[in-house]
């Protein structure tokens, strides 16, 4: 079977980088030790290996479908939801008493890693089921945690995030879905909702969609919006099932992901849906935020897997395919010689080299983010904001470098394989398209640089970009001890100042209430201090290495650890000085983009 990721590089990063044994001292994960992380990570792999992988391109094939009324996915995903269920994945998280693992979010990223490195159009059905039931855990009554939750928990029943709507898209302010009270405690609801993953299927007997609604008479805006429950089938007093008077009446045929379905959802179109209200009025989309930003974590792990599979893809096939001679001194081609393998030609290690930069960097900030979420989870309560203003910080570059850069990744994959890599014979062509939904799903590029520049650089008065500032100088500082790694270390102190200088310019609008003016290139500063966050990331990973060969102390071969630092050198040579273009940009006098400049141009 072809080689889809690396697990020693999962672990370097997990055991070594991070030394995530760590968190296993605090109360709630002290079940869990090095051996039953490598255990449940090796499992994860195994069942990959047997059943995710060896279909991926069939689903591609045969992509699920609205036909006669329903929706047809390929038969496999009956298979891992049950699976998911038995093995407790649905609710990892979950606290014991709920029917859940209390698996450190650390290790359940390893999970979704590994298996979206495998099939990338698996992992969302049982992922959104967990990500529901956590939701009603969270907030909801205990009614209707003990109703839905356990056959959630079991595979039974689905779940799903419903926020979307034809008329809003991503302007949740604009939601329209009615919400009217019964006199029973229920609420009459009256709307639709797009673009809704694992929406309706035919191997679970029922979905729990979380749907975003306006209580008639609520406010405008997103202060009004509430958070229902609503079931596809509801419960009888016999305790049997009977429609809910949801309809799925379409699923939308996407470029990529088309295993994974996406339907489009009507309520009460006979004025017989019935949803149950989630904690407080009006407070919908705060709760729905933890879902959101789980699953915004979710969609960065998503991009990495996908890219990373690629990326392996790519180099397996450069290292098989021969073309053309190396140039020998003086630049001559010895054309009697015989063929040598594409992997060592310079320019297309360049492009391998990025892959491996973009792809094991995306998979280091993930785990670097879901290890700040364990320790504000489980850490002493005078450290818990400390780690969730880093959480919060990180959450939009999380989601977003692996999803833009994953894209640049893949698509110099294809451009290793030359005319080939246009070909459905290859991959990689499907690897292409399945990671461009990632830059859309869960808020769009542009959403995430402007709460990144709008309100996580600035909230609280700038703190958690102080803390951020602070976790990279310990990293700088650490680097420096070793004279071969100063001297990035010391480029990344300069980049660092390039981007507080950047940010303290683009605040000089914000202070004159050019609020516009001041977000206008929100994308463009997140592409910059992405790429700061992301050479944190291999200079954190290059230190780790050196401390390995320096005291001997090696878990994998002395190539390994400086294929490490080698890549380091490769990210910080020819990306980080990408950030000087993108300074020279955010700082200059012209503003070329807001409408009031430009109104005729276009």
Wanted: net charge negative; with cysteine; glycine share 8%.
């Amino acid at each position: 079977m072809a080689q889809y990721m690396d697990m020693d590089t999962l672990r370097f990063i997990l055991h070594e980088t991070l030394d995530i044994k760590q968190i296993c001292a605090y109360e709630r994960f002290q079940d869990y030790d090095k051996d039953s992380f490598d255990i449940f990570l090796d499992s994860t792999k195994d069942y990959a290996d047997k059943v995710m992988y060896p279909c991926f391109r069939e689903m591609d094939e045969k992509p699920a479908h609205f036909k006669d009324g329903k929706i047809i996915v390929h038969p496999v995903v009956e298979d891992y939801i049950k699976h998911s269920a038995e093995n407790g994945t649905i609710g990892a998280s979950f606290d014991y008493e709920v029917g859940g693992m209390q698996l450190p979010g650390s290790l359940y990223s390893c999970y979704s890693f590994i298996q979206h490195c495998a099939n990338n159009n698996l992992h969302g059905y049982s992922g959104l089921i967990g990500g529901a039931a956590k939701l009603i855990v969270s907030f909801g009554t205990q009614e209707l945690i003990d109703t839905y939750v356990p056959p959630m928990i079991a595979g039974k029943w689905s779940g799903t995030m419903c926020l979307t709507e034809p008329q809003a898209g991503s302007s949740l302010s604009d939601v329209k879905t009615s919400a009217k009270p019964n006199e029973d405690g229920s609420y009459q609801i009256t709307g639709q909702k797009i673009f809704i993953s694992g929406g309706d299927h035919e191997y679970c007997e029922n979905f729990v969609h979380l749907v975003l609604a306006r209580i008639e008479g609520a406010p405008t805006g997103t202060k009004g919006i509430s958070l229902f429950v609503i079931p596809k089938k509801r419960i009888k007093n016999d305790g049997s099932l009977e429609p809910n008077d949801v309809v799925t009446i379409a699923d939308f045929q996407k470029l990529g992901q088309r295993g994974y379905c996406t339907t489009h959802l009507v309520f009460g179109e006979q004025d017989n849906c019935k949803g149950w209200l989630v904690g407080s009025p009006h407070h919908g989309l705060r709760y729905m935020f933890q879902m959101m930003n789980g699953a915004r974590i979710e969609v960065g792990i998503t991009a990495a897997g996908v890219a990373t599979a690629a990326y392996h893809a790519s180099l397996q096939y450069a290292k098989e395919r021969p073309q053309g001679r190396r140039i020998q001194a003086g630049g001559i081609k010895n054309t009697s010689a015989e063929q040598t393998t594409i992997i060592n030609h310079p320019d297309v290690r360049r492009m391998l080299l990025l892959q491996k930069a973009i792809t094991e960097g995306s998979l280091a900030i993930l785990l670097q983010t879901a290890y700040y979420h364990d320790m504000e989870v489980a850490g002493p309560e005078a450290d818990k904001e400390h780690y969730n203003d880093l959480l919060e910080i990180l959450t939009p570059i999380a989601k977003t470098y692996p999803s833009e850069m994953g894209r640049v990744s893949i698509s110099n994959g294809l451009q290793v394989l030359g005319g080939y890599g246009f070909c459905t014979d290859f991959v990689l062509q499907q690897y292409y398209r399945d990671i461009r939904i990632m830059a859309l799903y869960e808020g769009t590029t542009g959403i995430q640089s402007l709460d990144l520049l709008g309100r996580k650089v600035v909230m609280k008065n700038g703190e958690a970009m102080k803390r951020l500032t602070k976790e990279l100088i310990t990293t700088i500082k650490a680097a420096s001890n070793y004279d071969d790694l100063k001297p990035f270390a010391d480029q990344l102190k300069n980049a660092s100042k390039s981007l507080q200088e950047v940010l303290m310019h683009l605040l000089q609008y914000a202070m004159k209430g050019e609020n516009e003016r001041y977000i206008a290139d929100a994308s463009i500063f997140m592409e910059m201090m992405s790429n700061v966050v992301i050479a944190w990331q291999w200079l954190k990973m290059a230190t780790t290495a050196k401390t390995a060969l320096v005291t001997g102390k090696m878990t994998y071969s002395a190539d390994f650890y400086e294929s490490k630092i080698h890549t380091m050198k490769f990210y910080f040579k020819y990306e980080l000085p990408k950030i000087l273009a993108t300074k020279e940009t955010l700082m200059h006098k012209d503003s070329l983009t807001i409408i009031e400049e430009a109104a005729s141009v276009l």
